[in-house]
């Protein structure tokens, strides 16, 4: 480990067990919390936990409670009901400077009349660290985040990018247990953006703090977190890891917000412990998926299949399940990959995510042609709510 990330470690922690002290998988806890704006329930009895060292998202549409609970947890809004813990410490009745917290705001909020090393020397000064102290924990945060040149310039000189940097060093100055992120990329274009979530995962990665960050944005939140809590109408609606949540959502919400997909609604007409059969009126033949559900049959439900699950051919697929004809509407053209827009004989439109190289083996459909849209037995999500 580096110098400067050895440097800013998070304060070493206090308490035991028996105390009270979380362990393990419970760094931050969120127990039962409710936020109330006179008649508006902001956040609807959430119940959440976040390990120490996980960088952790919460993730959701503008006014779904994640950055009402992302200010409960820095103090700037009061708990209605419930409680939240950090390391085993009720935070209740804990004002915001006493809490081991630090939050790096979207606009990053750095003073514009102040250098860099000034904007990130502000919080330990007003802590009361002085001397050699103050000007090597200063020094170490700024060549973490590789701004350490750019010490004596004020933030009006610096690109987007280097403002976030130095607010991150500024957050990370003072060692907390938890950084809170609200929207950290959101200031920032896409090419910056996408290298810069990199850049923030490693450096967060080095130091070891604990990190809970608020994003509207699947791809920024699928890139950097540990585990995501998708969020709707103020509860959370799905927790895992991005891959489980991409793979395996569990309701329609989650499939069409976390990415994009193709929704098919039928009913349930065969039900075994290896299968399932559904019939919709939105394709010709039978959907198949290749595990049970337990349920009745004619229980109504939804068939999830992602874009790049989804090939296109120009023969009809053999077998008598999972397929359509139709023909092209749209055609996208991404680089690597072409997004087909099929509308199918039902008036059913399916997105398929087509390789290049996929592409130049069915001779490049163009629009109006007739096509085939099939996919496999695993490619299918069972939705039910």
């Known amino acids: ?21 979380s362990t ?30 996980e960088l952790f998202a919460l993730l959701g549409s503008s006014g779904c409670g994640k950055s009402t609970l992302l200010r409960m947890l820095a103090g700037l809004e009061s708990v209605t009901e419930g409680q939240i813990l ?59 985040v590789q701004m350490a040149q750019y010490a004596k310039r004020k933030p009006h000189q610096l690109s987007g990018g280097q403002q976030q940097r130095v607010a991150l060093a500024r957050s990370l100055v003072k060692r907390p247990k938890l950084l809170l992120l609200d929207e950290p990329m959101s200031a920032l274009d896409k ?13 967060l990665d080095q130091v070891g703090v604990t990190c ?12 950097m977190a540990n585990r995501i809590a998708v969020m709707s109408e103020g509860r959370i609606v799905q927790l895992g890891t991005p ?30 412990p290896d299968h399932i059969f559904i019939e919709s009126p939105e394709l010709p033949v039978r959907l198949y998926v290749s595990h049970g559900i337990t349920g009745p049959l004619g229980m109504p439900v939804t068939i999830s299949v992602r874009p790049e699950r989804i090939a296109l051919t120009r023969k009809p697929p053999e077998g008598a399940f999972n397929w359509g004809r139709g023909k092209v509407t749209n055609i996208a053209y991404m680089g690597g990959y ?9 008036g059913k439109t399916v997105v398929a995510n087509v390789t290049s190289l996929a592409l130049g083996e069915i001779d490049s459909p163009t629009l109006d042609d007739e096509v085939y849209v099939r996919w496999s037995a ?8």
């Open 243 to 272: 891959h489980e949540v991409y793979e395996y959502p569990n309701s329609r919400f989650s499939a069409q917000f976390i990415g994009s997909t193709n929704l098919f609604d039928g009913n349930v007409v065969e039900d075994e």
């Open 212 to 223: 809970i960050m608020v994003t509207h944005d699947q791809e920024e939140a699928m890139t």
């Open 86 to 144: 950090i390391d085993g410490e009720d935070l209740a009745s804990m004002p915001p400077y006493r809490r081991p917290v630090n939050m790096m705001f979207q606009s990053y909020a750095l003073f514009p009349h102040m250098s860099v090393e000034s904007n990130v020397a502000f919080g330990l000064k007003q802590e009361g660290v002085k001397g050699g102290e103050l000007k090597d924990r200063v020094h170490n945060a700024l060549q973490l």
């Open 338 to 346: 072409s997004l087909y827009h099929v509308m199918l004989e039902s």
């Open 1 to 21: 480990m580096s110098e400067q990330s050895s440097a800013l470690k998070a304060a070493p922690q206090s308490g035991s067990a028996s105390s009270g002290q």
């Open 378 to 385: 695993q490619a299918g999500v069972v939705l039910t709510s």
């Open 191 to 203: 090419q910056i953006r996408q290298r810069t979530q990199i850049e923030l995962v490693n450096i």
């Open 24 to 53: 393990g998988d419970d760094f931050v806890r969120i127990v039962d919390v409710v936020k109330r704006f006179d008649e508006t329930v902001a956040v609807k009895g959430v119940n959440l936990s976040v390990r120490k060292g």
